[in-house]
């Protein structure tokens, strides 16, 4: 049961889209209204788990720990930072009582859940307009669950977006990308589409494609399509500011872009030097902003990420020094005196979102008041946009969102590190993502920053196998991180293969959690309550129990096993051994996967397939000891998908 209470007048952030009845009152917290912002507090018993809050740092049961909805760009993934890049504020209890809440405010919220040792929730919001939706239901998992209907249809990817991808910040001219796709070809490693990243652009601008370095991109496209190939190109927030530049004039004709305080276009330095920031929280805006994926489209691109829309800001028309040199100071004092420039930086921030504004349809707000919505406005203006363009099913991921994006498209984590405390961290962002509607998500697989080795890219591609992006992605500068980089390639060979092998089963899971909102990545308690407390194993679908190995230097690990399941060991072939209850410890090298199947369920598994285009269901076979599963399928891509699509496959007896 959900239900509504309202403060003052809020702005419609478009997260909810059920009618939802309005409550007499604010059930389980106390609530206190100062001058500028709303508080709520909530005591919490010894016992009690509290979940959600999506994109944070810290652990799946989030309490110890304090966050800020306040979306950053930010490459520090560490405790101490209380926020990444997006906001997702709904928070599920459970204990003594059972509830969830989601604060519908794109301005900034505290979250301190038992911090230091509080024995509370405590909740402030830095603003009086608030929509605030409770939830009252039995378990976490139901809880979720009606957040999810209440949300609407999550994001429907097309087949392919389900395949391997690989990305690199560095991959320059047409012929980059023909070598990541020979190499693959050549080291029989699956592939499903290349990312482009911002090096595609001529000066970094958005519809762009650097002339010389691209000469025949449409010619590109074709050819790599041909091979079961799709080019992602990424797309940035603001656009760059270049008079004679079509998309440039027409959204200043037309005002379309954020305001500054004089009543200009708001300036602001991003990739590209001086850009404008289209006005997402305008419709009209948005859907100039979507129209403009047509430069792609018509080049026969159908997939996109949306980067830089927290918005990043490295410096804007407003602040002193605004030239490159100021930059460079900058960063030199950033290194000496590291502290207290982070601190000021954050200030020059502030000062910059307080300094422009958007048309919301008619109302105009202060972007700092709503600055938490900016991206996720921004995955709907593509994701809309693309639906009108294409006439079917497109990729889309964002770095920066708000709960109601996901009905548009996915998201992934932002710029993490190569280090193993970062694959735990993807491993703990999957349940939390899916408790608040992010079902297509993924990290970058290896790590963004820093070089990665040869055991944590095959220890971290054997999670991202089971997570529906699956991306490989580095930073410019960082040793080259493609799986056929470290030597004999066997090992990777097997582990990509299996996720073509899964898919199957992955696609059908996700369309039919996407389908009945439920959550395609589940805490292990969610369904069995003796798990409570365990957080690096996780349910996969409805079949699954993934227990993936993120310590350096191990080939074994324990793994609680709540009930009897089929232990399976993958490598190269599907090894299934009964496995009693209880704690158990398993053993997978490096060139192997582990994972369970739940008792009485089955998984459907393909053949080797070398990309989505020979994606076959017709010869599954089904491992495990349950009698039926129920196969989704289609034909992945229109866009009409229903639980229609899905049909009865039965075990014959051995
Ligand atoms: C941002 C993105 C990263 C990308 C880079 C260059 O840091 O998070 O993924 O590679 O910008 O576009």
């Not at 589409?193 to 494609?209: A, E, K």
């Not at 872009?257 to 001086?274: D, H, L, Q, S, T």
């Not at 704690?583 to 582990?594: G, I, Q, S």
Request: one cysteine or more.
């Amino acid at each position: 049961m959900i239900t509504k209470y309202v403060y003052g007048d809020p702005l419609d952030t478009g997260a909810i889209t059920a009618k939802v009845e309005r409550a007499a009152r604010v059930e389980h917290f106390a609530v206190e209204e100062g001058a500028d912002t709303i508080s709520f507090s909530c005591p919490l018993g010894p016992e009690d788990i509290v979940y959600g809050l999506g994109e944070t740092m810290g652990k799946v049961n989030k309490r110890g720990g304090r966050y800020i909805s306040f979306n950053t760009d930010t490459a520090e993934h560490e405790d101490s930072n209380p926020s990444l890049y997006a906001s997702h504020n709904f928070l599920i209890a459970e204990g003594a009582a059972c509830f969830g809440v989601f604060f519908d405010t794109p301005a900034r919220v505290t979250f301190e859940i038992d911090w230091q040792g509080s024995g509370e929730i405590r909740v402030v919001c830095d603003t009086k307009d608030l929509n605030l939706y409770q939830i009252e239901n039995g378990s976490a998992y139901a809880v979720c669950r009606d957040l999810l209907r209440a949300v609407g249809r999550c994001y429907l990817p097309p087949l392919w977006a389900f395949g391997y991808g690989q990305s690199r910040f560095g991959y320059m001219k047409e012929q980059d990308f023909r070598e990541v796709a020979d190499l693959h070809e050549k080291n029989g490693l699956p592939l499903d589409f290349i990312c482009m990243d911002i090096d595609y652009m001529d000066q970094y601008r958005d519809f762009s494609f650097d002339p010389k370095r691209f000469p025949d991109i449409e010619g590109l496209v074709r050819e790599l399509k041909e091979r079961g190939i799709h080019l992602v190109p990424i797309v940035d927030a603001g656009v760059k500011v270049e008079p004679g530049e079509a998309v440039y004039e027409e959204g200043v004709a037309k005002g379309y872009f954020c305001r500054n305080k004089e009543g200009g276009c708001f300036g602001a330095a991003v990739w590209p030097g001086m850009t404008h920031f289209p006005d997402f929280l305008n419709r009209k805006a948005r859907e100039w902003f979507g129209r403009q994926y047509r430069f792609y489209t018509e080049k026969g691109i159908e997939g996109f990420w949306n980067d830089m829309n927290e918005p990043a800001i490295f410096y804007s028309e407003y602040d002193k020094g605004t030239k490159r040199l100021g930059m460079l100071l900058e960063l030199l004092g950033n290194m000496l005196f590291k502290k207290g420039q982070k601190e000021k930086k954050k200030q020059e921030l502030v000062r910059n979102y307080q300094s422009f504004f958007h048309d919301a349809d008619g109302r105009r707000v202060r972007h700092y008041d709503v600055h938490n919505l900016f991206g996720a406005m921004m995955t709907r203006a593509s994701g809309e946009g693309l639906e009108r363009l294409l006439g079917h099913r497109y990729l889309l991921f964002s770095r920066s969102s708000y709960i109601g994006a996901g009905r548009y498209g996915g998201v992934w984590t932002g710029d993490n590190t190569s280090k193993w405390e970062h694959l735990m961290l993807n491993v703990r962002h999957m349940p939390s993502l899916n408790m608040c509607g992010f079902l297509y998500s993924g990290a970058d697989t290896g790590g963004f920053i820093g070089d990665c080795g040869r055991e944590l890219l095959l220890r971290w591609l054997a999670f991202s196998v089971f997570t529906p992006l699956m991306r490989n992605h580095s930073c410019k500068g960082t040793k080259n991180q493609e799986a056929y980089q470290f030597g004999d390639p066997a090992a990777f060979r097997t582990i990509i293969r299996l996720r073509y092998r899964l898919l199957p089963y992955i696609y059908s899971e996700y369309m039919k959690a996407a389908l009945t909102s439920d959550l395609y990545i589940k805490p292990v308690a969610f369904l069995y309550p003796e798990a409570k407390g365990i957080e690096d194993q996780l349910l996969v679908g409805d079949s699954l129990m993934i227990a993936p190995i993120v310590r350096e230097g191990e080939v074994q690990r324990q793994v609680f096993l709540p009930e009897e399941m089929t232990m399976v060991i993958y490598d190269g072939e599907f090894r299934c051994s009964p496995c009693p209850a209880g704690w158990r410890t398993v053993h997978a090298e490096l060139d192997e996967a582990v994972f369970f199947i739940r008792k009485n369920k089955l998984l459907p598994v393909g053949k080797v397939i070398s990309n989505t285009r020979e994606y076959d269901v017709e010869n599954l076979a089904l491992l495990g000891d349950g009698r039926t599963y129920e196969l989704y399928t289609d034909d992945g891509l229109s866009l009409d998908c229903t639980t229609a699509n899905i049909r009865t496959l039965v075990k014959e007896e051995c």
